[in-house]
Nanobody, 115 residues
Framework: QGQFVESGGGLVQLGGSLRLSCIGS????????MAWYRQAPGGQLRLIASIRYTMEESYVRSVRGRFTISRNNAEETLYLQMNDLKPEDTAVYFCNTNPSGGGEWGQGTRVTVSS
């Protein structure tokens, strides 16, 4: 079963930036469509950005233009560059395959945006 380890979260002020990383293992990373998901306090887990093995990117409207997803297949690492952060971006962020289920959910990395 594949595994993911997310990192890079933290406390940031309104308008700040963070770069999240996710290392995948045992999932044949370079052949998989990957995605970032997030779960806000009291909310459901939602996909926010995805990147196909072909490098095609897709974003939900709420993060488009502010977040950039990327991947390094040689290092089996997925990234999420987050700029112009807003309080509504506060959540625990996870990575997984797209659709999810290609690996066990990791612990996630918490992002808190203060106003």
């Amino acid at each position: 079963q594949g595994q993911f380890v997310e990192s890079g979260g933290g406390l940031v002020q309104l308008g700040g930036s963070l770069r999240l990383s996710c290392i995948g293992s045992r999932i044949y990373f370079e052949t998989r469509d990957m995605a970032w998901y997030r779960q806000a306090p009291g909310g459901q887990l939602r996909l926010i950005a995805s990147i196909r093995y072909t490098m095609e990117e897709s974003y939900v409207r709420s993060v488009r233009g502010r977040f950039t997803i990327s991947r390094n297949n040689a290092e089996e690492t997925l990234y999420l560059q987050m700029n112009d952060l807003k309080p509504e971006d506060t959540a625990v962020y996870f990575c997984n395959t797209n659709p999810s289920g290609g690996g066990e959910w990791g612990q996630g990395t918490r992002v808190t945006v203060s106003s």
